[in-house]
């Protein structure tokens, strides 16, 4: 006999009570995905790299390194203040208030961009997808301070 997914809900409901569906939900949107696991391209950094040089170095450093005037992007700088939040997060953060002295000057594709020379100056591997512009992606993407072991 082939059991719906609706069904199996259902009868799991039936038996533990509402409590189950929480967990369940958690269980199954639990994002495996992280700066860690390869989730930009170098040529998408390299788009990243002209944008930040002209738009942004002037506040946060030529080498992210941070100023006076604002942090630095680099690394666990970065990655400590955003550890167990999803990307997008930090994206619209950035997407919504960067460049300071222009907030939302750029659009979705040009702040991933940026994001990927971030994460690459901070020797987050590449990989062979590109950082996703789409927010659910986003979401399945999670900033973690320290490496998950495998
Ligand atoms: C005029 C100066 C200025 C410019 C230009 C600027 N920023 Fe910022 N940025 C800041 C300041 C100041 C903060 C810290 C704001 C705060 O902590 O409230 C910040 C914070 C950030 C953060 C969050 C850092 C953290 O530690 O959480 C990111 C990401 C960021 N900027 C990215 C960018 C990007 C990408 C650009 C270029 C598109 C850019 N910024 C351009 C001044 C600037």
Redesign the pocket.
Known sequence: MKLSLSFVVTAIIGIYGSNALPFFVYAQELPSQSQWSKIYTDSQAERGDI??QE??A???GLQLEGTE???S?LGN??TA??NNRSLDE?FD??QAL????SPGG?DRQQNAD?LAYIFQQSNFPSGKSELPINQDAQRQIMILLTAPSK
């Open positions: 944008l930040y738009n942004c002037s506040c946060h005037i604002a942090p992007l700088t970065l203040k955003w930090l953060y950035q960067m460049p300071m002295n750029f940026i």
